[in-house]
Structure formats: structure tokens, C-alpha cells
């Protein structure tokens, strides 16, 4: 599903430059959960950038279902953004203004699909979360974890290649979030490869193997 070859990642023009990745090398298989493990300035939120997409590479080759996400034009990645990754975020990143139904539209927005179609799908989705009666509460109107339940939803609509999740717990109380990694174990059992970024060695436990980066390189994985 994903593969990482000679991966490195300079910021900066002029030397000498910010070398912040140093030669990563990682495979995920499809229906794997992963976590990625690091302490600040490890380089594990530029490893986010890169396999969501939103960064590119300085030198090495990304593989994504066998494409070379780091040829591709700014359109070609907005659209592997949109429907082959589904993001999940620390702070959630849901539109106050809209209702849980809405926000878990969004990604569906860019698609053909008529309105009565995608408020289908999305009702579909919230249920499996656990949240069909709060289609029309708004954001403020929701706890931390039924807003990262929101968000998982909604990283779910396009029915992504992976899961990407971003510190899906670190804004969450211990009990909420245990509920969280219960529902990615969940859907990991379903089948669904995820790559959870973390610092907290109890919740990179959490996952099928970890990975732990240091100073910009793997330095460790275990299972």
C-alpha cells in the first residue's frame, strides 16, 4: 500500500539547509495499523506531511497503491487528498457553522454525487460511529470525543486507501480516548489500513506494529 524509499526532506535555499529527514525507508501493507512514534523535532510531523501529501519530498521515491505520489502535479495530489487519504486530525478540524451532517459531507462536495445520495452515505457512516442522533447538532454543541467521531466519520465518506490520524487522542480525557482507539481498532478489524502518528508510547501500543523515529531516521519497529 505504501512505500518509502530513500527518504529525505531539507528546508531551506541556501546551505547550510535544515535536513529533517534523512533517508527514511517504510513499507505498510494494506489492512495494517501502524504507529509512528517520535519526540518533538523527531521529524515525525514532517513523515505526516509527506505521506498525506501535503508536502513532497526532497530526494526518494513515495509509493501510494503503486503510484509515485512525488511526480505528480498540485491537482493530481489535491485529488489523492480528497478521496485516497482520509485525515484525522488532533484538534478535529470541523466547521463550527455546519451540522455533524454537513461536515461529514464536505469531502463529498468535490464529487458527483447528488445531495440526497451523499446525506445518505453520511448518515450510513455516523451510525457506525455511534452518532445518528446528532446529525444536526453543531460542533460547539458536541463533546471532544463525539467530535472526533465526527471526524473519523468524515474521513471515512470517500471510503480512503488509508486512514492517516494525526494525535487522535491528544486533545481527548484518558476514558474518551481509549473510546477512540477502540473504534480505530474497529475499523482496522474491518479491514482498513491506518497510520497513527503519536507520542504517547501507551497509544502507539495500541496499533498492530510500531515505528519509532529519531533525529530523522527509523531507529526502531516492533510488533
Do not use: W
Amino acid at each position: 500500500m505504501i512505500s518509502l524509499t530513500g527518504i529525505h526532506k531539507y528546508y531551506g535555499e541556501v546551505e547550510p539547509r535544515l535536513h529533517v529527514l534523512k533517508g527514511i525507508r517504510l513499507d505498510v501493507v494494506q489492512g495494517e495499523f501502524v504507529s509512528i512514534m517520535g519526540t518533538s523535532g523527531s521529524g515525525k510531523s514532517t513523515l505526516l506531511n509527506l505521506l498525506g501529501c501535503l508536502d513532497i519530498p526532497t530526494e526518494g521515491s513515495y509509493l501510494l497503491g503503486g503510484r509515485d505520489v512525488s511526480k505528480l502535479s498540485d491537482d493530481e495530489l489535491s485529488r489523492i487528498r480528497n478521496e485516497d487519504i482520509g485525515f484525522i486530525f488532533q484538534s478535529f478540524q470541523l466547521i463550527p457553522q455546519l451540522t455533524v451532517l454537513e461536515n461529514v459531507q464536505v469531502p463529498l462536495l468535490y464529487g458527483d454525487s447528488s445531495i440526497s445520495e451523499n446525506e445518505e452515505r453520511c448518515k450510513v457512516i455516523l451510525e457506525s460511529v455511534g452518532l445518528s442522533h446528532r446529525l444536526t447538532h453543531r460542533p460547539a454543541q458536541l463533546s471532544g470525543g463525539e467530535c472526533q467521531r465526527v471526524a473519523i466519520a468524515r474521513s471515512l465518506i470517500n471510503d480512503p486507501l488509508i486512514l492517516l490520524a494525526d494525535e487522535p487522542t491528544g486533545n481527548l480525557d484518558s476514558a474518551t480516548g481509549q473510546e477512540v482507539l477502540e473504534l480505530m481498532a474497529t475499523l482496522h478489524d474491518q479491514g482498513r489500513t491506518i497510520i497513527m502518528i503519536t507520542h504517547d508510547q501507551e497509544v502507539a501500543l495500541k496499533a498492530q506494529r510500531q515505528v519509532r523515529i529519531h533525529d530523522g531516521l527509523v531507529i526502531e519497529e516492533s510488533a
